[in-house]
């Protein structure tokens, strides 16, 4: 299947010395409060298409479908990289059992920690429990519905055939032998 993943130049650069695209090491710099999330998706990937033979690895983000816009990601788009950062938008091949599919838009509800209903009757029946337990909707992550809400979570890989939509690819490493095309650009 054919990705994209958008890179800062600088780390693209720094690549060549490897056989392969990833992060391997060091934990990427990740806002505090989305920690919990990306750390639910590496373990998701684990169990999923399996660990990674790098130890300490974290995933490689891309795109699988940009939406509306297309298959690939729209350069002249912003929110790839901070303003005016040299970036690269890489297109590689890659088998998909290595590779995590997931809906960007309901990823949102894991980075927010929040319960990802079926549909706004299932919503109404959550917030109702939750007003019942005292939850607060801004901290459910530490409520006894916890469990409940990471349950939740698993349908953002629920990829039935919809209208297009956005849709995000997590992978541990891209080979620099798959890769088919580079673009570069200056994030707006």
Do not use: K
């Amino acid at each position: 299947m054919r990705l994209w993943t958008i890179q800062a130049r600088q780390a693209w650069e720094r690549v060549h010395a490897s056989p392969y695209l990833e992060r391997a090491g060091a934990r990427p710099a990740i806002d505090p409060a989305h920690r919990a999330a990306y750390g639910w998706m590496r373990e998701q990937m684990q169990q999923r298409i399996g660990a990674s033979s790098a130890r300490e690895a974290w995933p490689i983000w891309a795109w699988a479908d940009y939406g509306a816009g297309g298959a690939r990601p729209d350069l002249r788009a912003s929110g790839h990289l901070p303003r005016g950062c040299p970036g690269v938008r890489v297109a590689f091949e890659i088998d998909e059992r290595d590779v995590l599919l997931s809906d960007f838009e309901a990823w949102h509800f894991v980075l927010n920690g929040a319960y990802l209903p079926h549909d706004d009757a299932d919503l109404a029946r959550f917030e109702a429990r939750a007003r019942a337990l005292g939850a607060a909707s801004w901290d459910l992550l530490s409520s006894p519905l916890r469990d409940e809400v990471q349950r939740s979570w698993q349908r953002i890989f629920d990829l039935v055939p919809r209208a297009r939509r956005a849709t995000q690819a997590t992978l541990w490493r891209v080979p620099l032998g798959a890769v088919v095309d580079v673009t570069c650009f200056i994030a707006r």
